[in-house]
C-alpha cells in the first residue's frame, strides 16, 4: 500500500486528477448560485420560496447562463472521465515520471483553459483547440497502454 | 494484489462506491421502465410497437416525471465520478480507517437521500442539503489528499 | 507497481476500459463533426464564422442527428462510468482470469453493439437488449465484489 503511494507517477497522478475534479465539482456550485440568481429553475419545488402557485410557475424555465454553466460542466464530465480512468491506469503501467508530468499538467491546463474560454466567451477557435489538447493527452497515453501492456 | 484488497480501507471504498454506483445505476431502470409507462420517447424507433407512422409520432415527447428522473441521474453522474476519483486515491493515500470510514457512510446515505428528496419530491432545502453534504465530504478527501500527497 | 501490471486480470481491465473509453471520446469528435456540418451550434460564438448578427444566430438550433449523438454520448457516461469504477475494484479483488475476461468482453462488446443500434438506427429491441447485456455485466462485477469483500 505504501508502496503504491510512493510511487511518484501516482502521486502526480492523484494530485492533477483532484485539481480538474475540484474543479468540475464547482461548475455544481456556480450552476446552483445562477439559479438562484437569475431565479431559473428546474423543478416546482426549487421556487417555493419566490413565490405561491401560478406566481412561482413563472421561476420554471432556462436562463442562458445556467445553461452556459450546464454544458460547461457536462463537456468536463465527458472529458475528465475518461482522463481518469485511462489515466489512472497508464499511471499504474511504470511510465516515464518526466513524460506521465507532462501529459497530466498539459491536460490540467487545457481543461482550465477550456473552462475560461466557454465562460467568457473568448472567440472560437480557443475553446475547440483547448478541447482538442485535452483529447489528444487521452489518447496519447490510450496509445501509450494499448502498446505497452495490450492483454484481450 | 493480495495485499490491496486486505487493506481495510480500500475494502470500505469498494464496498460504498459499488453500493453507490449500484443505487446509480437503477435510475436508467427506471427512466426505462417510466419512457413505457408514459409512453414519452425520445427515439422515432422506440415508438414503433405502439403505432404506426403518424400514429407513433405523438410519443415522441418529454414527461415530466421521465424529466426529473433524468436528472437524479445527470445529478449522480457529476457528484458520483467525483467521489469515485477522488475516493479512490484517498483511499490509496493511507488514512485513517474511522475517518476514512466516516466519510464513505455519510457520502453513501447523503445521496441516498438526495435521491429520495428528489423523486418524493420533499421540499427544500432537503434536497440541497444532501447535496451540499455529499460535495463537502468529496472536497474534504480532496484536501486530505492534497495536503498529504501533493506532487505537482 | 511491477506487481500490479504484472496481474493479467488489470492488464485485460485496463485493455477493455482504455477500448470503450476511446469509443466514448469518439462521440465527441462526432457531435462537434455534425454541429459543422448541420450548421447547429448552441453557443453565440461557435456560429461566429458562418455569419454576421441575426444572419448567425438561425445556426443556434437543435438538430435531430447531433441530438442523437449526445444521447448516445451520455447514455455510454451513464453505462461506462460504474463500468469503470466497480470493473476496476472488481478487478483488484482477485477474481478468477476467465470469468473476468467473459465480464470485460461481453461488456465492450455490448456497448459497441448498443452505439451501432443506436445510430443505424436498427430497431428495437436491439439497443434495449444491448443496454440490459452491458447493465448485467456490470451488476455481476458488483455482486461478485460485495460477496466476496463487503466491508461497510
Redesign the interface.
Known amino acids: 500500500?505504501?508502496?503504491?503511494?510512493d510511487?511518484?507517477v501516482?502521486?502526480?497522478?492523484?494530485?492533477?486528477?483532484?485539481?480538474v475534479?475540484?474543479k468540475?465539482?464547482l461548475?455544481?456550485?456556480a450552476t446552483?448560485f445562477f439559479r438562484v440568481k437569475k431565479k431559473a429553475f428546474?423543478?416546482p419545488?426549487?421556487c417555493?420560496?419566490f413565490g405561491k402557485g401560478e406566481n412561482a410557475k413563472k421561476y420554471l424555465r432556462t436562463d442562458e447562463s445556467v445553461e452556459?454553466l450546464r454544458?460547461v460542466?457536462?463537456n468536463d464530465?465527458?472529458?475528465?472521465?475518461?482522463f481518469?480512468?485511462?489515466g489512472?491506469?497508464y499511471s499504474?503501467?511504470?511510465p516515464d515520471l518526466s513524460t506521465a508530468l507532462l501529459h497530466f499538467?498539459i491536460f490540467v491546463g487545457a481543461r482550465i483553459y477550456h473552462t475560461m474560454a466557454?465562460l467568457l466567451?473568448?472567440?472560437?477557435p480557443n475553446?475547440?483547440l483547448a478541447?482538442f489538447v485535452g483529447?489528444g493527452v487521452?489518447?496519447s497515453m490510450?496509445y501509450s497502454?494499448?502498446r505497452n501492456?495490450?492483454?484481450?
Open positions: 500500500m505504501a508502496d503504491l503511494m510511487n511518484k501516482l502521486m502526480a497522478f492523484a494530485s492533477y486528477a483532484t485539481i475534479l475540484s468540475m465539482m461548475m455544481s456550485t446552483a428546474a423543478n419545488e426549487d417555493a420560496s452556459r454544458r460542466h457536462l464530465l465527458e472529458n475528465i472521465v475518461p481518469l480512468g485511462i489512472l491506469l499504474l503501467s511504470g499538467r466557454y466567451p473568448l472567440p472560437q475553446r475547440g478541447f483529447f487521452t489518447f490510450a497502454l494499448l501492456k495490450l492483454y484481450l
